[in-house]
T-cell receptor, first 109, second 117 residues
């Protein structure tokens, strides 16, 4: 069974801090990796995608991928209360899209 | 406005009564998919479609049917709903399958909350 694992949280950080969200996956053939943000009662929205090992930065967000360790993470710098949401990790391979259960992040003012 | 629409947004029904949840996108996307979201389990893919008339099973297809007769529409059909299909359902679309490029961003519809009694 292909699994995508995330710590369910809640993860609580103070405003301005760095929030670190982690995700591991079991399918070694996975090709692309995504981070979605989902506010309560809303639909998921894509924050970042990454395909190659290493870091990818977009504004306050940095995605990190390590295929050897089957690990992908999302760093949120200068966290804001508006970042409070559930973050979903998704992994894609050969038409199969798998999501983790999500990590709930709370940023306290 | 580019969007994915779903109808109905909320539905309460009884076991065995056939229902259809519609999904439509106005972005000329090739790839569409259906997910269900349950607490503690995250999003699970039910069916996906690479293109018109091309559909395939996802992770949890049992009890569901889909069709893709036109590019913009991808309805989800529950022929005989059961209580274990009570869930939050999302339709999503992207230009291509989410594999290798900027056009792979999946856009999600607003969700359909289904309760089967």
């Amino acid at each position: 069974q292909k699994e995508v694992e995330q710590n369910s949280g809640p993860l609580s950080v103070p405003e301005g801090a760095i929030a670190s969200l982690n995700c591991t996956y079991s399918d070694r053939g996975s090709q692309s990796f995504f981070w979605y943000r989902q506010y309560s009662g809303k639909s998921p929205e894509l924050i970042m995608f990454i395909y190659s090992n290493g870091d990818k930065e977009d504004g306050r967000f940095t995605a990190q991928l390590n295929k050897a360790s089957q690990y992908v993470s999302l760093l949120i710098r200068d966290s804001q209360p508006s970042d409070s949401a559930t973050y979903l990790c998704a992994v894609y391979n050969n038409n199969d899209m798998r999501f983790g259960a999500g990590t709930r992040l709370t940023v306290k003012p | 406005e580019a969007q994915v629409t779903q109808n109905p947004r909320y539905l309460i029904t009884v076991t065995g009564k056939k229902l259809t949840v519609t999904c439509s996108q106005n972005m000329n996307h090739e790839y569409m998919s259906w997910y269900r979201q349950d607490p503690g389990l995250g999003l699970r893919q039910i069916y996906y479609s690479m293109n018109v008339e091309v559909t395939d099973k996802g992770d949890v297809p049992e009890g569901y049917k889909v069709s893709r007769k036109e590019k913009r529409n991808f309805p989800l059909i529950l022929e005989s709903p059961s209580p274990n299909q009570t869930s939050l359902y999302f339709c999503a679309s992207s230009l291509w399958a989410p594999l290798a490029g900027e056009g792979d961003t999946q856009y999600f519809g607003p969700g359909t909350r289904l309760t089967v009694l």
